[in-house]
């Protein structure tokens, strides 16, 4: 199939209320208008579709002149996304030295960048560099950065040839001062990075699944740069020798962090939610909006997507307080500052969308005291039938200042229609009451697929993880690697009588309840009292006539049940003084990946012969040690 060029059109700030806004991402790439070819055109496939170039508008709440007085006044290009963009090779414009501890000092001048596939630290010594929308300046600290196989490269973009005063020390240290890169206008350094987590998610990826996410690509070829590839494990994205997905800063995004500038202004809480079908682009738009906020103040982040989530294991709900930046994708995300969470138990919020809503009226709740902070909302992807109703419903409930809708070029992941407070406050919910008449702005995005020939938003090519269970899995193995492999943990025994039992994502009869926890990850949680229904029998477990919507105190591991001894022993690193407040467990769909699974040594129950067991019969026979959780 052949390609034709589609040139893009400038437009104004002042121009967007006419018109919808449009930005091209599904995991994108920060560009420099300088690196795209022929400076403003890009190659779109013949058989793609396309938008028209000035669709009709759809929501703006604010005018030309809020624009205008908001100082912000910028060209913004229409250009289409190619993800494949043809560019200088990065050996003509990377100037690098090789350090004798295997460190590398590298220079560039202003808008240049290069693209990257693997991890390391970076800490700038002259000028400014942009990551995935943060602006680093010199620092005495590194900032580790992660580019992982099977998501959009990032890239690491030189912006300013400012703040040159202290850069003369740092470089005399390094024994780097009569050296030409330090002529250059951006100067910083790199170190190799590795961490634990990343062997354990590499060991523990079942057999089948394993991708080499991080270090240097296998070649033959060698170049300029192959020496500093060598030494920082990494390969760098050359655009006549590797074909993938490129990080890309929508266009116009740069409209939804001037609206919610302009909100607090005006004295208002910013409350941004992003909205749009699975795939289309709704992390890297709110990762790159997080970074941009994260410049001058810390921020709330409300993720209410339980089977895709930003932070932490599927299955949860979270509001998080963030205070370091976003470089990389979710599963390479370090603690935030703190986090409240609410466990769900589901992947599917079909299964039990009135307990969903429960969960989002409970973290909504638990925001409110910190109303001083911006707020970001991710969602779910599920955008028809009552996934169309629920996100209307989560609107309704986060009454934001701002909504961002995504659009897909394949109908069947798009919304019904544009969702404008007027259409949001024309639809009837059953399960939502509106308290207030909604007025917000609403921002119309455009995404596109990894590939122009793609089908499917999510479609698998050489490049791309494209099953949701694998992200899943990685994930919670990422997860259990910087917090604690199950079998190291620190195991806790609890009597039958001081704890009651729940599963949250289906029924299952009371008397198959430990059978179903048994080997799972549970919440830990307290439940009031007066929703503890006990049993008939005071030695037994108490069980909950309906799944408890609380804040989660953390999360735990059944590694064993001793039925003569009525003893549940669950792993967890939840401190003892902590654990005296756990009264309940409670299940959900989340198992332990195969992995993890298949490397467990006998007579662990799931890999015992269990022809003449049940699981209520099989000895726990690690170490443990005993304590109650409850007084």
């Known amino acids: 199939m052949g390609n034709k060029k589609k040139k893009s059109k400038k437009r104004t700030l002042s121009e967007v209320e006419s018109t919808t806004v449009s930005a091209d991402n599904e995991d994108g790439v920060d560009l420099d208008p300088v690196l795209l070819q022929d400076d403003d055109e890009q190659v779109v496939g013949e058989s793609e579709v396309m938008f028209p170039d000035e669709p009709s508008v759809r929501d703006i709440r604010l005018g030309d002149d809020s624009f205008a007085s908001s100082g912000q006044q910028s060209e913004i290009s229409d250009a289409e996304d190619d993800s494949f963009i043809r560019e200088a090779d990065p050996g003509e414009y990377i100037s690098y030295k090789v350090l004798p501890k295997g460190d590398v000092i590298l220079g560039m001048q202003h808008r240049n960048q290069f693209f990257f596939k693997g991890c390391l630290n970076l800490k700038v010594l002259k000028g400014e560099v942009c990551v995935q929308g943060y602006r680093i300046q010199p620092s005495d600290n590194f900032i580790s950065v992660y580019s992982p196989r099977g998501h959009s490269l990032l890239s690491i973009s030189a912006t300013s040839a400012e703040n040159e005063d202290d850069s003369e020390n740092d470089f005399s240290r390094l024994g780097i001062e009569k050296c030409d890169i330090i002529n250059c206008d951006v100067v910083f350094l790199l170190q190799k990075l590795t961490e634990s987590w990343m062997d354990y998610l590499l060991k523990n990826m079942k057999k089948n699944e394993k991708i080499r996410l991080f270090g240097r690509d296998n070649t033959k070829d060698e170049d300029k740069l192959s020496e500093m590839e060598k030494c920082l494990d990494i390969t760098i994205y050359r655009p006549d020798k590797i074909s993938t997905k490129l990080w890309k800063i929508g266009q116009d995004w740069e409209v939804a962090l001037t609206s919610l500038q302009i909100v607090e202004k005006s004295g208002e809480q910013p409350r941004l939610v992003a909205i749009g079908g699975k795939g289309v682009g709704k992390s890297s738009f709110l990762r790159w909006l997080s970074n941009q906020l994260l410049t001058h103040k810390e921020i709330l982040f409300l993720d209410l997507d339980p089977g895709q989530r930003e932070f932490g294991l599927p299955g949860y709900m979270s509001l998080s307080l963030l205070n370091h930046p976003l470089l990389g994708p979710n599963f390479c995300h370090p603690a935030s500052k703190w986090e409240k969470r609410v466990f769900f138990g589901d992947i599917n919020v079909s299964n039990n969308p009135g307990r969903y809503l429960k969960c989002v009226k409970h973290l909504l709740k638990l925001s409110k005291e910190f109303h001083d902070l911006p707020m970001l909302v991710n969602t779910m992807g599920w955008c028809q039938g009552l996934g169309f109703q629920l ?29 404008t407070a007027d259409a949001v406050n024309s639809v009837k919910s059953s399960r939502t009451d509106p308290q207030t008449t909604l007025s917000y702005t609403l921002l119309e995005f455009l995404a596109v697929p990894e590939r122009i020939a793609a089908k499917d938003m999510r479609s698998k090519d050489c490049w791309g993880i494209p099953e949701a269970k694998i992200l899943r899995d990685i994930q919670t193995i990422a997860w259990l690697g910087r917090n604690g492999d199950v079998k190291d943990l620190p195991v806790y025994s609890i009597s039958f009588s001081q704890i009651c039992l729940n599963v949250a994502h289906e029924k299952v009869p009371d008397r198959g309840l430990l059978a179903a926890l048994l080997l799972k990850p549970v919440d830990l949680c307290r439940v009031p009292t007066e929703y503890i229904r006990q049993p008939k029998q005071s030695e037994n477990y108490s069980v909950l006539d309906k799944s408890p919507v609380t804040e989660s105190l953390g999360t735990g591991f059944v590694r064993g049940v001793d039925g003569e001894e009525r003893l549940i022993f669950v792993a967890t690193s939840l401190k003892e003084e902590q654990l ?30 269990l022809s003449t067991l049940t699981p209520l019969d099989l000895p726990w026979q690690r170490n443990h040690k005993y304590g109650q959780f409850a007084k």
Request: net charge positive; glycine share 6%.
């Open 391 to 419: 996100n209307t419903d989560i609107i309704r409930l986060c009454n934001p200042t701002t909504v961002v809708q995504l659009h897909s070029r394949f109908p069947r992941k798009n919304f019904p229609k544009s969702l």
């Open 580 to 609: 005296r407040s756990v009264n309940c467990l409670v299940g959900g769909c989340l198992s332990l990946p195969s992995g993890l699974v298949t490397k467990q040594k006998p007579p662990a129950p799931y890999l015992t012969d």
